[in-house]
């Protein structure tokens, strides 16, 4: 069965700092990685996914995630965090095309003026 | 061009009546997803519809939730006997033929009272 773990409820950093939101993931094929970022009263907006190729994977709003294999790790960076990326991030993870996501409980990100 | 659009975007409901919600996915899209997210929780899947074929009810909590999608257009989620527990933000995504990113509507929230 396919799980993710996203082992901080809350990640704290000030404007202008770099970010990282982590994210874990267990599949038994080949993973599709996506982040999603929801902003209050909102629906999920795609931010970014990993199908093939390169690990490195660069998203809207200038997010980016690193893919490692050997880690079953896919954390979302950002070089210098916004207030306005204050909001409630979710990894998901699926095992093969057009199947349902799983999705981690949910990382809110608060930045600091 | 237009997301995916949801309606009611609010729903307050007597305990034990019955609710429809309803889900217009991307134009062109033949994959439909149905999701639960419950106060400070991830994303649940509730049940999904590709193309004609059977659609995947695993996810959904009991019988007195089913949905119906009409080809490859609308959907509507039903809950039958509504309980408090099933309060909820109810979100439903759509996806192209062959995979890709889901995107999502912007959920409709039901309180059970």
């Known amino acids: 069965a396919q799980s993710v773990a996203q082992p901080e409820d809350q990640v704290n950093v000030a404007e202008g700092n770099p970010l990282t939101v982590k994210c874990t993931y267990s599949v038994s094929g080949n993973p599709y990685l996506f982040w999603y970022v929801q902003y209050p009263n909102r629906g999920l907006q795609f931010l970014l996914k990993?199908?093939?190729?390169?690990?490195l994977v660069k998203g809207s709003y200038g997010f980016e995630a690193e893919f490692n294999k050997s880690q079953t790790s896919f954390h979302l960076k950002k070089p210098s965090a916004l207030v306005s990326d204050s909001a409630l991030y979710f990894c998901?993870?699926?095992?093969?095309?057009?199947?349902?996501?799983?999705f981690g409980k949910g990382t809110r990100l608060s930045v600091i003026a | 061009g237009a997301g995916v659009s949801q309606s009611p975007s609010n729903k307050v409901t007597e305990k034990g009546k019955d609710v429809e919600l309803r889900c217009d996915p991307i134009s062109g899209h033949t994959a439909l997803y149905w999701y639960r997210q419950r106060l400070g929780q991830g994303l649940e899947f509730l049940i999904y519809f590709q193309g004609n074929s059977a659609p995947d009810k695993s996810g959904l909590p009991s019988d007195r939730f089913s949905a119906e999608r009409t080809g490859e257009s609308v959907s509507t989620l039903t809950i039958q006997r509504t309980q408090q527990e099933d309060s909820a933000v109810y979100l439903c995504?759509?996806?192209?033929?062959?995979?890709?990113?889901?995107?999502f509507g912007p959920g409709t929230r039901l309180t059970v009272l």
């Open positions: 995504a759509s996806s192209p033929l062959g995979g890709g990113t889901q995107y």
């Open positions: 990993y199908i093939t190729g390169d690990n």
């Open positions: 998901a993870v699926r095992d093969w095309a057009n199947t349902p996501l799983v």
